[in-house]
């Protein structure tokens, strides 16, 4: 995986470089230390990867964007001083995002979910994603000649990581899906289950609606897998998957859950 680092301090691109160094699977396609330099290295080194600084005098990181255009741009997660109120575009534009000063560890968590989805070349959400935040800092459409996105596409495949391999999962095999800590975990007939580093409200955000459903903040559930809907005491709600699984459902979720279902109410 080439790797390209954009950032106008040198500290802070050496520090990247330092984080990456040592690994089999990466290559430096280069650094740039603005974001012209950034246009012209992305455009000659075609790079799988990018952390872009957002804040770069002249051409900063989102002026790169529409330099280059959504649609060509690759994978990218942004490494930005903002602050938590202005995060938000960032964390539905990009594969993830790091905060000054990060650590090792949060560093680890982004560079593994960037990986993850750059070998799933799921490029096309990466357009959309990046095409939804210009249109957010500009208030505008961009115009008709800016490079345009290809039609969204949902998760058909995730990669888990197994000891001595990788096994790609499709979505069809899953029938639910459970928050466990920093990680989800993907639970597949016959009682496997698959822990992968993803956000829950990610995971929801990129499967098919029509597919898969969250009945609770913790639980994502394939629909077709529903076998019945349980009252409980105290005004509980569940629902009972066809193998007997039977898992929570919020309150406030019940009826969107019936709805899904194409159940009258």
Known sequence: MRVLIVD?????????RQLLSGRDDVDLAG??????????????EAPDLVFLDVQMPGLDGVDVIREIGPQAMPPTVFVTAY?????????????DYLVKPFDDERFEEAFARAREQVRLHEKSQTADRLLTLLENESGETPPPDAPQTAPSSYLERIAVETPGRTRIVSVTDIDYITADGSYAELHLGGGERYPIRERMKTLEE????EVFFRIHRSTIVRLERVDSLLTRSGGRY???????????VSRSRREDLQEHLGLLR
């Open 238 to 248: 569940a629902v009972e998957l066809d193998d007997g699984t039977r898992l929570k």
């Open 83 to 95: 602050d938590q109120y202005a995060l938000e575009a960032f964390r539905l534009a990009a594969l």
């Open 206 to 209: 990129r499967l098919d609606p």
């Open 31 to 44: 650094e740039a230390e603005n974001g012209r330099e950034a246009a012209r290295l992305i455009e000659a």
């Open 8 to 16: 106008d301090e040198p500290l802070a691109r050496r520090r990247l």
